[in-house]
Structure formats: structure tokens, C-alpha cells
């Protein structure tokens, strides 16, 4: 969620337990536009928390003129002095997968370490810092939300707000179908393309409602049925609540970091 309306934002999505103390708002609001000028972004997001068993991470995340290609990600243990996180690979996410287990310590340097087999010498080693900037790309990949025509797309590639999104109406809002995951388009059907009402400036993303497996998002109006809020249900404590008939829209993740892997089980 943009930093310049992080405290109604979190009032709204208070309801599902995303929420932070008064000297935790303070520190951020204070921190975030500093980060911002510092890094030179052009907006910065809170992006979340995950929970630590010794401490807690905050999560930020800038933004540079192409909103999809231009983000870094950011952390904190104090919400006032920030850490860029590495940026990842698919051998990081390999490492994390086969050695980090469990809770988050809440110590960056921490090191986790998984032998292979008693046969194989092969140990797998990763930091936390790595587990974070992994969990931190994973969240965002399968659960960072964004209304339909929220974000246009030029001719020329670059991805950015689009300055004329008025919001979705309520009708638009109650439909799995007008929210997209912010990331690069994984399944993007021919026959979708073919349809009258697809505009290749806005649908350039994936919607929420092919997601498998079905029935991984909550979707509720609250706030006096004024505000529409979707919860994930893959990665417990992702929500993301817009305002229908406004440009107002964003998405906090407060949680453990683990993936919820019993979710098909659970349909």
C-alpha cells in the first residue's frame, strides 16, 4: 500500500489483523519519506510484516518509472533503518526450498543448513536475509493484487499508474474476474485476447479467478459494504482492499511468510 495513505489503509484492513502499533505508524511514516528520497523513487509502498520469533521484518518497496520492472525491496527490523534485499535467483529460491524450515528468527545473518542425504557430502546453506527476499518474491508473485485498469501499459513497455482509473464500480467489484496479480503475465489465453472487451493497455495481466487452486481468494465487501477486501488464502495475511468508484487500492501482507501448502486439501 502507497505510503501517502498508509494510515487509512490500515485502518480498513485492520478487521483481517493487519495491524501496527502507534510507534510502529510513526516510525514508518517518518522512515518512508526518507527512503524515498534517498533511493530516488518515484513512490514507495509499505509492502508488509513478517513475524519473528526474536524480531519482527518490515517490508518496503520503491518503485522507478516502469512500476513492474523498477521495484526494490527493502527491510527493516526497527521501521527506521532500511536494507536493500538481494535480488533473486532461481538458485537462491532452489536453496531456500531444500534447507529453510520453520519460523522466521528474526536475525538476518542466521544461517540455515540442510544436508542432502548421509550418502551425498552436499549441504545447502542460505541466509535469512536470502529466505526473506525469496518469501518477500514468491508473495508477490502468486498474491500481490491490483483492480483492473489500475495500471496501463505504453507501447513501448513500460508499466505505469493509469492517471484516468476511476475505480471499479460495486457491480465490477463483486467479480473475482476485475482483480489481477501485479507481476508478469504467466497464462495469458489466446481466446481471452480475442474477446471484445479485452484492451491490450490493461489486460496484460493475469485475473485472480484462473488461479489454481480455485477458491484461493476471499472476496467480501466491509466498512459498511463500502469497501471491497480480498484476503489470499494460499499466503495467510495478504489482503487487499479497494474502494469502490475511487482510484484507492492496495494490498499489506502481515504474517508468518509460510505458504498455506494444505490449501487444497482444504477446498
Given at each position: 500500500m502507497d505510503s501517502n495513505s498508509l494510515s487509512h489503509c490500515l485502518e480498513?484492513?485492520?478487521?483481517?489483523?493487519?495491524?501496527?502499533?502507534?510507534?510502529e505508524r510513526t516510525a514508518l511514516q517518518t522512515s518512508l519519506v526518507i527512503l524515498k528520497k534517498n533511493y530516488k523513487f518515484q513512490r514507495v509502498l509499505f509492502w508488509g510484516k513478517i513475524l519473528g520469533l526474536q524480531q519482527d521484518y518490515f517490508v518496503a518497496q520503491g518503485r522507478g518509472e516502469d512500476e513492474m520492472r523498477d521495484r526494490k525491496s527493502l527491510y527493516s527490523l526497527n521501521c527506521l533503518d532500511w536494507l536493500l534485499l538481494p535480488s533473486v535467483t532461481d538458485a537462491?529460491?532452489?536453496e531456500v526450498s531444500k534447507s529453510a524450515q520453520g519460523r522466521f528468527r528474526g536475525d538476518p545473518s542466521f544461517v540455515y543448513e540442510h544436508k542432502v542425504s548421509k550418502q551425498e557430502e552436499k549441504v545447502y546453506k542460505v541466509t535469512?536475509?536470502?529466505?526473506?527476499?525469496?518469501t518477500v518474491h514468491q508473495i508477490d508473485e502468486e498474491a500481490s493484487v491490483v483492480p483492473r485498469g489500475a495500471f496501463i501499459r505504453s507501447p513501448?513497455?513500460?508499466?505505469?499508474?493509469?492517471?484516468?482509473?476511476g475505480g471499479l464500480s460495486e457491480s465490477e467489484a463483486k467479480r473475482l474476474e476485475n482483480f489481477m496479480h501485479f507481476r508478469e503475465s504467466k497464462n495469458l489465453p489466446r481466446e481471452k485476447?480475442?474477446?471484445?472487451?479485452?484492451?491490450?493497455a490493461i489486460d496484460f495481466l493475469d485475473v485472480l479467478s484462473e488461479d489454481i487452486p480455485?477458491?484461493?481468494w476471499s472476496l467480501q465487501f466491509e466498512c459498511a459494504r463500502r469497501v471491497c477486501v480480498l484476503r489470499s488464502l494460499l499466503w495467510l495475511g495478504l489482503t487487499f482492499c479497494h474502494v469502490p468508484m475511487t482510484p484507492q487500492h492496495g494490498y499489506v501482507y502481515?504474517?508468518?511468510?509460510?505458504?498455506?501448502?494444505?490449501?487444497?486439501?482444504?477446498?
Open positions: 480498513v484492513v485492520a478487521s483481517s489483523g493487519c495491524v501496527l502499533t502507534l510507534e537462491m529460491v532452489e535469512e536475509e536470502k529466505r526473506l527476499a525469496v513501448s513497455g513500460p508499466v505505469q499508474i493509469n492517471r484516468s482509473f485476447q480475442q474477446k471484445a472487451e479485452w484492451t491490450p480455485k477458491g484461493s502481515i504474517g508468518l511468510g509460510m505458504k498455506n501448502r494444505d490449501l487444497p486439501f482444504m477446498l
